[in-house]
């Protein structure tokens, strides 16, 4: 198998038993068996279509800022949308990005560029393809006020364009997620703005997650989705689990919403800490918290 990636996405871009910790913001997990990087559609539906044929499992992930990966890691090809695939061209109010660009990168260039309305993710530290699965959002703002269509490659193979309304967006998902499509490029609507005014803004934000963040710690960022009517960190602060640990895995002091790695923490005292909270708050106030996080490697359902 590692020869035959090596064929289609070439030697530099394929690693055999890569440890995932080097490529998640958590810091941890294990091997995936192949880890591949591909830089077009072309390239990517070979991957898949030699996967396909070797029965081979295989999955995507983008800059790794909301995924736990075990500790056993990945059996099977990871298919990694990131850096060889993240053009971002600017046409007028139009912005289109290749799947694995940067939200922060996109960020500071459209406030170069005096386009305003990606603000909010200026701190999103994931990838557009990564934002758009769960429809990433901050401080009032998400992926699915700004998006005008989506090109995808879907489980069938067939490359499809979806607009706006077809991505049938909610909170912190999308038919993406459902359907097990790729996305591959999107096109953005902003709006013209002064780069000042901009800046003040995105800065404004950088402020707030540093002081309300546990910015200085690995993690994937809020671990749990936001409740109807509650959030998810008062909930875990009232359950008394502010601070609670299992080994180097933390509710974060500064965060309770976020779980964090302090230094060695393993996938599995992540993934059991996210458990006991989620009985603790279920025991406490009969509300079910639901993992934003993704979870691979792990079998079974998620948590
Ligand atoms: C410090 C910190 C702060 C954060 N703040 C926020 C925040 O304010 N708001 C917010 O919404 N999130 C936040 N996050 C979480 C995270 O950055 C976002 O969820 C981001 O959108 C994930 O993108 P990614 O590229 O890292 O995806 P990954 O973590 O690599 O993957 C996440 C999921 O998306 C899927 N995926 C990735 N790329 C593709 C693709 N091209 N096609 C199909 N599926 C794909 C993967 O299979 C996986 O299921 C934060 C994380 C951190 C560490």
Redo the contacts with the bound molecule.
């Keep these: 198998m590692l020869e035959i990636l090596q064929k289609l996405v070439g030697t530099e871009h394929v690693w055999a038993e890569e440890p995932m910790k080097d490529h ?2 958590f810091r941890v997990g294990g091997p995936a068996r192949y880890l591949a990087e591909p830089k077009d559609t072309k390239e990517l539906a070979a991957v898949i279509g030699a996967c396909t044929k070797a029965g081979m499992p295989f ?9 736990l990966v075990s500790d056993a890691g990945y059996n099977g090809v990871i298919i990694r ?1 990131f850096k060889n695939m993240s053009h971002i061209w600017i046409s007028g109010h139009f912005m289109i990005l290749e ?2 660009a940067l ?1 922060i990168r996109a960020a500071s260039m459209a406030c170069r560029e005096g386009l305003a309305g990606l603000e909010f993710a200026s ?5 557009v ?6 429809n ?3 401080y009032g703002g998400e992926m699915k006020d700004i998006v005008c269509c989506v090109k995808v490659l879907s489980k069938d193979g067939a490359l499809r364009e979806y607009t706006k309304e077809e991505m049938d967006f909610g909170y ?1 998902r999308s038919r ?2 459902e359907e097990g ?4 490029e999107a096109e953005l609507r902003l709006c013209p703005g002064t780069t000042e005014e901009i800046r003040a803004r995105m800065e404004e934000l950088k402020e707030q997650r540093v002081r309300k ?1 546990p ?1 200085e710690y690995a ?4 671990t749990f989705k936001r409740p109807e009517g509650y959030f998810a960190g008062k909930l875990i602060e009232d359950a008394g689990l502010r601070g609670f640990r299992i080994g180097d895995a933390q509710v974060s002091e500064k965060h309770c919403g976020f779980v964090i790695n302090r230094g060695n923490a393993t996938a599995s005292e992540i993934a059991e800490l996210i458990r006991q909270v989620q009985e603790r708050v279920y025991a406490a106030f009969g509300i079910r918290l639901q993992t ?1 996080v ?1 979870f691979l490697g792990f079998g079974g359902e998620p948590l």
């Design positions: 998640t913001t999955t995507v992930m983008g800059n790794g800022s909301n995924l949308l799947a694995g939200l701190g999103i530290p994931g990838t393809g990564g934002a758009l699965v769960m990433a959002g901050a912190r993406i997620a499509s790729i996305v591959l963040q910015l993690s994937a960022g809020s934003e993704k």
